[in-house]
């Protein structure tokens, strides 16, 4: 299982991620791994057919923060 905690900016995190994902206790958005991929609905290009992974987006321009995180 791999945590990204509310606070941190990627993939996992970001409202436009369509990848599997739940929120723990903390809080966190958890996947099973830093690569799982989901397409982005912010339409942010990727080179990979699967999406982009859980652990990117650190700088995208596009991110927005998954409201379930709130």
């Given at each position: 299982m791999w945590t990204?905690?509310?606070n941190t900016?990627?993939?996992?995190?970001c409202a436009n991620w369509g990848g599997n994902r739940t929120i723990n206790y903390a809080k966190a958005?958890?996947?099973n791994s830093q690569n799982d991929q989901g397409k982005c609905y912010a339409g942010v290009f990727t080179s990979?057919?699967?999406g982009h992974f859980a652990c990117s987006g650190t700088y995208c321009p596009k991110f927005q923060k998954w409201s379930?995180?709130?």
């Open positions: 990204a905690s509310q900016k990627c993939c996992a995190t958005a958890q996947t990979s057919s699967a379930a995180l709130s």
